[in-house]
């Protein structure tokens, strides 16, 4: 490979010289190669400790001059072969050339530049996809590679020094942490440790310090733990490896590939053995923490971050914080949480102009709104730079937002994907249109009811609450530009009036921003949506009628119609999560209070931002919460987490309460205060409420028998929890009435109930949160995998004649062969491969060549030379539908002939091994011609003829698993004309 020409002051230190001429030498690196002794174990433990420049490469190429005792490094390769291609090509075409020069320095200068010039054409043909990566970094991806036998297409994020801890011994090495991969390698005094762990098969990573692991990070698999120490930036290790973790369990639950951001920004200066990679990585991570800060979409990027303050004009103070600039959006967050938070999209921009400095004022940076406001941001430290940027972003934001009906040569993002599953068509249902009452107003506002004479006060109260947040808009601003701060969350806390609920759910959950840029998009969704019959749809139609059954809203059609239009286009929108049960509940209660369009974006905010992996068949989201809630539990209320964890109650009663935001067991009235709360603050407040109601009723539990009587104490204690300041008629509870029993217990308050949450639990922290929810998704999703792994086995071990461990463990290479074609350049996505619709039996899949390799790994049957041909033949002859990819199921039909198939079956199989379909077209072609020329001319009878006319090897089984496979007996048959009719009769 070559390099970018590096400085080297001692040119025969550690390094033999085996070619020379007057301007380059080739060296090996000394303990490579033949030999090596004592100085070969001190260079390789020298090469591993102190990752000693180069190299890591064990060969190189140097260039030198006359006397000059200064030499350039221009190439380094990992085998003989590479450097010596490319020390030929320089003896060919340079040292003719050097020879002209009168001038060392004209000698060195024409040969750097014909060394860059070289790396410069081969990053612009594309065989160096990382240009941007620092020699140093390539060298050790190369050393990465060979040493642990990866093909060109993993990459590497990162390395770095480390300990691992082999029993009670620590071998210092190198620890190596690629996209899929994490490999350790050591070599210290001719003793070699070398690791492989798939991020996939990840099951636990803990940071942590021990008397006998200081300062350590544990990686945990299914069978095994793996410990390392004495890393330099420990904190950046752990965090990277938590990222590529995490990355590998999208794998595993979307069944995509890793990419890498092709519009990555490129460093302003040259950061010195960082890779393209981890600067993708650490940016997604940035973007990740500012999206959801500020609940923005999915692909807005931050371009940049600074200090500065802001001028509050409600405290007459300027407050410290960061200003955030992103594609779409200029956004501030003050030092001091919950001080003060502001969000101005671009769009709403109209001027941008840089403000007289002062003492007082240094660098202010005014920005107007089209709704009249005003921000003063001071202490920028580049303000010309922050300016010329926001200048750009603006020149860049369309003057009519990205809607459905915009026409372009590519499509737009907000394009929806095209529906899957069609089943055919149902009737047509009344489609979207503005006039609807739905489109333009709650169903709360159409059905609304006289308010009995006794509710006068409660009428009262709440105007007094439309009266305060009409004071807050005016002094704090309305709409997507309002000052967000503590009082902002008193008054969400106090309850928000049934007339603004639905403007501040899109306001607070950032809905209102998608809304507002995509017009037009939920209207062209139900043209597009309705009247097509998926599966989605159909189970749609059977739970329109359980959503809110007890609400006179949804007891008529008009309800029922805008809550099934809205699913639907959601539906449509995401075929990936489609319909998921606890959605129709949630939807309905969003339709009470939004129009239509904004329950959709309500809806799209919540499932794929707010509730991520919520609503999709295997509930994941909803299941790593729980876990999340069990470990807030044993934190926070250790004696009753035990009693609890006897019972088995967490697991029941968390999915109830999170899928639903505690609207299926609380009375109506009383759980919407809760989703006020959840708009505004996130996740952690149904954390705190449960843990509060938990907390509300410990001495209860802890006193319980069985899990029956838990569960009724909670029932009981949540369908008393009253909303006493509510202005809406009662709306009957049916869970309530069912646990109500003779005894009632006393009623709770709602906003007590709040309050108490934050009182006692209040200092939970989303970021706290999400570090806990990453180590849950962990054993979530792997713990997912084995059942889903367990009821494979389940299904075919009644048609198959391998154990249940033989099976589990080709389940394990069979899955891990699809993986691979996830991200090692399979010639089909593995989308295409994945059909999550399927049986867990039917739905990972590999293609011929993955199969050849299993193949020759486990098939009873040795070939020789033959093999690929064998394989080959069996996977057509397994491949029914003809889609050039298997199954589980189909692999282990082929499998479990040879291996425990009868003399009569395998004879048979070999048979058909011989005939079409097995055959290619090629040798069906050559069969047909040389069973025409055997053909008896009495009989007429056509003889399938081999088509190696040679001979092939076939093994009797010996009943052992495929992973310890010991041939006993080989036959070989010679295939003749003879053996041909004798097979016949």
Same mark, same amino acid.
């Given at each position: 490979m070559w390099i970018t020409p590096e400085e080297v002051l001692l040119a025969n230190a550690l390094w033999v010289s085996e070619r020379a001429n007057p301007y380059f030498i080739l060296q090996r690196r000394k303990g490579h190669g033949r030999g090596g002794g004592i100085t070969g174990l001190l260079v390789g433990t020298l090469d591993v400790v102190l990752d000693s420049s180069a190299r890591v490469a064990p060969y190189r190429i140097l260039h030198q001059t006359g006397e000059s005792q200064i030499f350039w490094n221009i190439a380094c390769g990992s085998s003989r072969k590479e450097i010596t291609e490319h020390w030929e090509w320089l003896e060919t075409n340079l040292l003719q050339t050097l020879s002209i020069f009168d001038n060392d320095d004209d000698i060195t200068t024409f040969v750097k530049g014909k060394i860059q010039g070289i790396i410069a054409e081969e990053n612009k043909s594309g065989k160096l996809q990382e240009d941007e990566d620092p020699g140093k970094f390539r060298e050790a991806e190369l050393k990465m590679r060979k040493l642990f036998g990866m093909p060109e297409e993993e990459k590497l994020v990162n390395y770095y020094p480390c300990s691992y801890w082999k029993g009670r011994v620590p071998r210092?090495?190198?620890?190596?942490?690629?996209?899929?991969?994490?490999?350790?390698?050591?070599?210290?005094?001719?003793?070699?440790?070398?690791?492989?762990?798939?991020?996939?098969?990840?099951?636990? /990573?803990?940071?942590?310090?021990?008397?006998?692991?200081?300062?350590?990070?544990?990686?945990?698999? =299914?069978?095994?733990?793996?410990?390392?120490s004495m890393f330099l930036n420990i904190n950046e290790t752990f965090k990277l490896m938590e990222q590529l973790a995490n990355i590998a369990m999208r794998q595993l639950l979307d069944n995509e590939s890793f990419s890498a951001d092709r519009f990555l920004p490129k460093p302003c200066k040259t950061l010195k053995n960082v890779s393209a990679l981890k600067?993708?990585?650490?940016?997604?991570?940035?973007?990740?923490?500012? =999206?959801?800060?500020?609940?923005?979409?999915?692909?807005?990027? %931050?371009?940049?971050?600074?200090? !500065?303050?802001?001028?509050?004009?409600?405290?007459?103070?300027?407050?410290?914080?960061?200003?955030?600039?992103?594609?779409?959006?200029? !956004? $501030? *967050?003050?030092?001091?949480?919950?001080?003060?938070?502001?969000?101005?999209?671009?769009?709403?921009?109209?001027?941008?102009?840089?403000?007289?400095?002062?003492?007082?004022?240094?660098?202010?940076?005014?920005?107007?709104?089209?709704?009249?406001?005003?921000?003063?941001?001071?202490?920028?430290?580049?303000?010309?730079?922050?300016?010329?940027?926001?200048?750009?972003?603006?020149?860049?934001?369309?003057?009519?937002? !990205?809607?459905?009906?915009?026409?372009?040569? &590519?499509?737009?993002?907000?394009?929806?994907?095209?529906?899957?599953?069609?089943?055919?068509?149902?009737?047509?249902?009344?489609?979207?249109?503005?006039?609807?009452?739905?489109?333009?107003?709650?169903? %709360?506002?159409?059905?609304?009811?006289?308010?009995?004479?006794?509710?006068?006060?409660?009428?009262?109260?709440?105007?007094?609450?439309? #009266?305060?947040?009409?004071?807050?808009? $005016?002094?704090?601003?309305?709409?997507?530009?309002?000052?967000?701060?503590?009082?902002?969350?008193?008054?969400?806390?106090?309850?928000?009036?049934?007339s603004l609920r639905g403007e501040l759910w899109l306001l607070f959950s950032g809905a209102q921003n998608e809304m507002n840029t995509h017009?037009?998009?939920?209207?062209?969704?139900?043209?597009?949506?309705?009247?097509?019959?998926?599966?989605?749809?159909?189970?749609?139609? =059977?739970?329109?009628?359980?959503?809110?059954?007890?609400?006179?809203? $949804?007891?008529?059609?008009?309800?029922?119609?805008? +809550?099934?239009?809205?699913?639907?286009?959601?539906?449509?929108?995401?075929?990936?999560?489609?319909?998921?049960?606890?959605? &129709?509940?949630?939807?309905?209660?969003?339709?009470?209070? !939004?129009?239509?369009?904004?329950?959709?974006? %309500?809806?799209?905010? /919540?499932?794929e931002r707010m509730l991520p992996d919520y609503y999709n068949t295997r509930v994941v989201g909803a299941l790593v919460d729980q876990g999340v809630f069990e470990e807030l539990t044993r934190e926070c209320l250790p004696l009753l987490y035990e009693r609890m964890q006897e019972l088995g109650v967490i697991s029941t009663i968390s999915l109830s309460w999170f899928l639903t935001l505690f609207l299926s067991v609380m009375p109506f009235d009383s759980a919407v205060l809760l989703v006020d709360c959840f708009f505004y603050e996130g996740i952690k407040v149904i954390f705190q409420v449960s843990l509060a109601v938990l907390h509300a009723n410990m001495d209860q539990l802890l006193s319980c028998s069985d899990e029956g009587e838990a569960m009724t104490i909670l029932g009981r204690y949540l369908d008393n929890?009253?909303?006493?300041?509510?202005?809406?008629?009662?709306?009957?509870?049916?869970?309530?009435?069912?646990?109500?029993?003779?005894?009632?217990?006393?009623?709770?308050?709602?906003?007590?109930?709040?309050? *108490?949450?934050?009182?006692?639990?209040?200092?939970?922290?989303?970021?706290?949160?999400?570090?806990?929810?990453?180590?849950?998704?962990?054993?979530?999703?792997?713990?997912?995998?084995?059942?889903?792994?367990?009821?494979?086995?389940?299904?075919?071990?009644?048609?198959?004649?391998?154990?249940?461990?033989?099976?589990?463990? /080709?389940?394990?290479? $069979?899955?891990?062969?699809?993986?691979?074609?996830?991200?090692?350049?399979?010639?089909?996505?593995?989308?295409?491969?994945?059909?999550?619709? %399927?049986?867990? /039996?039917?739905?990972?899949?590999?293609?011929?060549?993955?199969?050849?390799? +299993?193949?020759?790994?486990?098939?009873?049957?040795?070939?020789?030379?033959?093999?690929?041909?064998?394989?080959?033949?069996?996977? =057509?002859? +397994?491949?029914? &539908?003809?889609?050039?990819?298997?199954?589980?199921?189909?692999?282990?039909?082929?499998?479990?002939?040879?291996?425990?198939?009868?003399?009569?079956?395998?004879?048979?199989?070999?048979?058909?091994?011989?005939?079409?379909?097995?055959?290619?077209?090629? #040798? *069906?072609?050559?069969?047909?011609?040389?069973?025409?020329?055997f053909t008896d001319d009495d009989t007429q009878q056509d003889l399938p003829v081999i088509s190696t006319q040679r001979s092939l090897f076939f093994l009797l089984s010996n009943q052992q698993p495929p992973n310890k496979i010991k041939p006993v007996l080989v036959f070989c048959c010679n295939f003749s004309v003879e053996c041909h009719k004798y097979t016949v009769q």
């Open positions: 210092q090495g190198w620890i190596y942490l690629s996209v899929n991969h994490l490999c350790f390698y050591s070599f210290l005094l001719g003793k070699e440790v070398s690791l492989v762990v798939q991020w996939t098969d990840v099951t636990q /990573l803990d940071k942590n310090a021990t008397l006998v692991f200081p300062e350590s990070i544990r990686v945990s698999t =299914r069978g095994t733990e793996h410990f390392f600067r993708d990585l650490d940016a997604r991570a940035k973007n990740e923490r500012y =999206r959801t800060l500020f609940r923005l979409t999915q692909d807005e990027r %931050l371009d940049g971050h600074t200090d !500065c303050t802001l001028w509050t004009p409600f405290t007459k103070m300027h407050v410290v914080g960061q200003m955030f600039v992103s594609n779409n959006y200029i !956004c $501030f *967050a003050s030092r001091e949480e919950d001080l003060c938070q502001l969000i101005i999209p671009l769009r709403e921009v109209t001027i941008v102009e840089k403000a007289d400095s002062s003492s007082v004022l240094p660098s202010p940076l005014s920005i107007s709104t089209k709704n009249k406001m005003t921000f003063l941001f001071a202490n920028l430290k580049d303000r010309d730079f922050l300016v010329q940027r926001i200048s750009d972003f603006l020149q860049r934001t369309p003057d009519r937002p !990205c809607g459905l009906n915009a026409q372009s040569e &590519n499509p737009s993002p907000c394009t929806p994907p095209s529906p899957v599953l069609e089943l055919g068509e149902m009737p047509q249902n009344q489609h979207y249109s503005p006039s609807l009452p739905t489109a333009k107003q709650g169903l %709360l506002q159409i059905y609304q009811q006289d308010v009995p004479e006794e509710l006068g006060p409660k009428v009262t109260r709440e105007k007094m609450k439309e #009266e305060s947040w009409n004071i807050h808009f $005016f002094e704090y601003g309305r709409g997507v530009c309002m000052y967000r701060t503590s009082k902002t969350r008193e008054l969400v806390l106090n309850g928000i009036p049934e017009p037009g998009y939920y209207g062209s969704l139900i043209d597009q949506a309705m009247g097509k019959c998926t599966l989605a749809t159909e189970e749609i139609e =059977r739970d329109l009628h359980r959503s809110m059954p007890e609400h006179h809203a $949804f007891q008529n059609e008009m309800g029922i119609a805008a +809550l099934r239009r809205v699913l639907t286009a959601y539906a449509y929108r995401n075929p990936g999560i489609g319909y998921c049960q606890a959605m &129709n509940i949630v939807t309905s209660v969003l339709l009470l209070y !939004c129009t239509e369009e904004q329950a959709f974006w %309500l809806l799209v905010a /919540l499932c929890v009253v909303n006493k300041q509510t202005v809406s008629p009662p709306i009957p509870h049916l869970h309530a009435l069912l646990t109500s029993g003779n005894n009632p217990p006393p009623e709770i308050d709602a906003f007590e109930l709040i309050k *108490a949450s934050y009182e006692k639990f209040g200092s939970l922290r989303a970021d706290v949160i999400e570090q806990m929810r990453f180590k849950q998704r962990l054993k979530v999703i792997q713990s997912l995998e084995d059942t889903a792994k367990r009821s494979v086995v389940r299904a075919i071990m009644t048609d198959s004649a391998f154990t249940i461990e033989e099976l589990e463990e /080709l389940y394990v290479l $069979f899955k891990a062969k699809h993986i691979m074609s996830c991200y090692w350049g399979s010639s089909s996505t593995a989308a295409e491969r994945h059909d999550p619709s %399927l049986p867990y /039996l039917e739905q990972y899949r590999i293609d011929c060549g993955q199969f050849v390799q +299993l193949f020759s790994a486990l098939a009873p049957w040795s070939c020789g030379l033959h093999t690929h041909t064998l394989s080959s033949r069996l996977f =057509r002859l +397994l491949d029914q &539908n003809k889609d050039s990819l298997i199954n589980f199921k189909e692999f282990v039909t082929g499998l479990s002939g040879m291996y425990h198939g009868d003399m009569t079956e395998k004879l048979k199989l070999l048979y058909k091994l011989h005939l079409p379909p097995a055959l290619c077209p090629e #040798e *069906a072609e050559s069969a047909l011609e040389a069973t025409q020329f």
